[in-house]
């Protein structure tokens, strides 16, 4: 995208060709593929101490009070088993990225979805969408005022009751069949 004259980057661009570029990313690693071990194997590993390395960085940026959890698409057409397609989104293939934000847009903390989501056994089982927020939620300070935004995808009671038993704050929009019990429809009468 850098090369092309749609999204020409030219501090990019006019600092290297697209060929050497080429070059430079068939011949990067960032694991050892030797490593990898095919059972319960990470789709993940061929860059995953790159992704500890920019965590771990992001981690120590001081946080501000407001958080946010979100996904973010980053644009991605060619051929792989981890891309996406979400109608919903302006860019509508490519990689899922699961982020804690602040206000200010800095990540705090960030997953690549790569279709399936581990329970760590520290962390209470309240679904899916849950484990993400949890697992991302990792870094917040527990008990000290962090206040937690997310959207439908990730509101759910279990949830909520979780990060409230932690001290973290939370705000979240909320699907109607995500109360058990609970219609709606009695509330606007």
């Not at 990313?25 to 790159?50: G, S, T, V, Y």
């Not at 484990?131 to 206040?147: D, G, H, R, S």
Request: positive net charge; proline residues 7%; charged residues 20%.
């Amino acid at each position: 995208m850098f090369w092309n004259r749609a999204n020409r980057v030219s501090q990019v661009a006019e600092t290297m060709a697209l060929n050497r570029w080429g070059s430079i990313e068939k011949f990067l690693h960032f694991n050892n593929n030797e490593d990898r071990q095919e059972e319960n194997a990470d789709p993940l590993h061929k860059i995953r101490p790159l992704l500890t390395h920019l965590n771990s960085g992001f981690k120590t940026i001081p946080m501000g009070e407001k958080l946010a959890v979100d996904e973010q698409m980053v644009p991605f057409k060619e051929r792989s088993g981890l891309k996406q397609y979400l109608p919903a989104k302006q860019k509508k293939w490519g990689y899922k990225v699961l982020v804690l934000d602040g206000s200010d847009g800095v990540p705090h903390n960030f997953e690549i979805y790569a279709g399936r989501v581990v329970q760590p056994p520290e962390l209470p089982d309240v679904g899916a969408s849950g484990k993400v927020v949890l697992c991302l939620a990792q870094p917040i300070p527990k008990k000290e005022n962090y206040k937690l935004f997310f959207d439908n995808w990730f509101t759910i009671v279990p949830l909520v009751l979780a990060l409230a038993q932690q001290g973290i704050h939370c705000t979240g929009t909320v699907r109607g069949n995500r109360l058990p019990g609970v219609n709606l429809m009695d509330f606007l009468n």
